[in-house]
């Protein structure tokens, strides 16, 4: 069977235009602002941050989990939130010289590093229990038979490059013996409800579900058949990342570690609140029912903020190998992608109970 093309669906809204509404929504602020002095790249970050220092953040539940704990206003330096998220729209803030910090997976950092953005990830943190609670599910259309990955060979299959999801289901087909010649990619945005929307008009027959989509969408179209499986590999990388010139601002970077720490803290506060946490942001904050975030923070599991990053780079780079393959793109080293020394701050900030 030859490669075939992936196609494309209009489902939803195309993803330029969410990308340029989200940049609209920040004309007039530039990461460039608040430069300090220049720092070295193997410089010890600064001590205190200076003062007229400013980031712009795309990490929406964090400002939220910051909110609800009582430190959203205990930053030192001056704080602007950008309701941006996700690889795609995080990457196009960068180059807009929109955003300072963005909250992502682990492929964003990969795809803006073969596209001549260098980045430089500086927070990690995944799931004590990757497998059994994963972030991802198979989603299969009603009517098509996929017990298990074993089944993949011949269907349809929802594909987005340049995010998790597109990088997960290379890797399931590699744990099933497969290739991209043995399915058929379907290159469709993973926003919203696309990928549910796409199994439901039967457009692919699998798709990667997260979160809440999981459950709703068995709950709509179970009855029809609808089903999903798991895929039983590691899905849960979580990443903070910057564009590396950022971190030649000395102002910037040490703001970034104070950021970093918070975040560390939050990510403590949310395991240890789960009520105030649906409560605050799930039914609050994303208009979700209690049922919809008890859901999801069941799934959530523990989180795992790691002080050492060496197995988490070498997984990274697993990851690069596979993408560099199956897209033609030279490999990258995994290690170039972090700076490590912002390493121990998240895991160290975790570690204080998520006090301030």
Same mark, same amino acid.
């Given at each position: 069977?030859?490669?075939?093309s992936?196609r494309?669906f209009?489902?939803?809204?195309p @993803?330029?235009v969410l990308?340029l509404?989200a940049?609209?929504?920040l004309?007039g602020c530039?990461?460039?602002e ?7 790249a193997?410089a ?11 980031l712009i ?5 964090t ?7 009582g430190?959203l206003?205990? @930053?030192?330096?001056?704080?602007e939130w950008a309701?941006?998220?996700?690889g ?5 803030? @960068?180059?807009?010289?929109?955003l ?6 682990e492929i964003?950092a990969i ?11 500086v927070?990690s943190? @995944? ?6 609670h994963p972030?991802y ?16 060979r ?8 340049g995010q998790a999801q597109?990088a ?5 087909l590699k744990?099933?013996?497969l ?7 379907i ?6 409800d ?5 199994l ?5 027959d699998?798709?990667?579900l997260?979160g809440?989509?999981?459950s ?6 179970g009855p029809d058949?609808?089903?999903?499986i798991p895929?039983?590999l590691?899905?849960?990388p979580s ?5 590396t010139?950022?971190l ?8 970034i570690a104070e950021?970093v ?8 506060w949310v395991?240890e609140h ?13 208009g979700?029912?209690k ?7 069941d ?8 002080a050492d990053?060496t ?6 780079q697993?990851?690069?190998?596979l993408?560099?393959?199956e897209?033609g793109?030279d ?9 490590r ?16």
């Amino acid at each position: 069977m030859s490669t075939p093309s992936p196609r494309r669906f209009p489902l939803g809204v195309p @993803f330029a235009v969410l990308v340029l509404t989200a940049l609209v929504a920040l004309t007039g602020c530039s990461a460039a602002e608040s430069a300090g002095p220049a720092l070295a790249a193997d410089a010890p970050l600064p001590a205190s941050v200076p003062e007229g220092t400013k980031l712009i953040v795309g990490d929406p539940s964090t400002k939220v989990a910051l909110q609800l704990s009582g430190e959203l206003d205990k @930053f030192s330096f001056d704080i602007e939130w950008a309701n941006i998220s996700g690889g795609p729209q995080t990457t196009e803030a @960068f180059r807009a010289d929109a955003l300072d910090v963005g909250a992502v997976a682990e492929i964003p950092a990969i795809h803006a590093t073969w596209t001549g953005l260098p980045v430089k990830i500086v927070a990690s943190k @995944f799931r004590v229990d990757p497998i059994g609670h994963p972030i991802y599910q198979l989603g299969v259309a009603p009517g098509v038979s996929v017990a298990s990955i074993a089944d993949l060979r011949g269907k349809k299959i929802a594909y987005s490059p340049g995010q998790a999801q597109g990088a997960l289901i290379l890797r399931v087909l590699k744990q099933a013996g497969l290739t991209k010649e043995d399915v058929e990619l379907i290159e469709l945005p993973s926003t919203g409800d696309v990928y549910p929307s796409a199994l439901a008009g039967r457009q692919v027959d699998v798709a990667p579900l997260g979160g809440v989509n999981i459950s709703r969408y068995l709950t709509k179209y179970g009855p029809d058949g609808a089903t999903t499986i798991p895929h039983g590999l590691r899905d849960d990388p979580s990443h903070l990342y910057v564009r590396t010139e950022t971190l030649e601002d000395a102002g910037k970077a040490a703001a970034i570690a104070e950021y970093v720490a918070a975040w560390g803290r939050a990510t403590k506060w949310v395991y240890e609140h789960p009520q105030e946490w649906i409560d605050g942001y799930y039914v609050a904050d994303q208009g979700l029912s209690k049922e919809d975030g008890q859901y999801l923070v069941d799934a959530a599991g523990e989180p795992d903020v790691p002080a050492d990053w060496t197995d988490v780079i070498a997984r990274h780079q697993e990851t690069i190998d596979l993408l560099a393959a199956e897209t033609g793109n030279d490999a990258i080293k995994a290690d170039d992608l972090y700076d490590r020394r912002y390493e121990k701050l998240g895991a160290e900030a975790y570690g204080s109970g998520g006090q301030g």
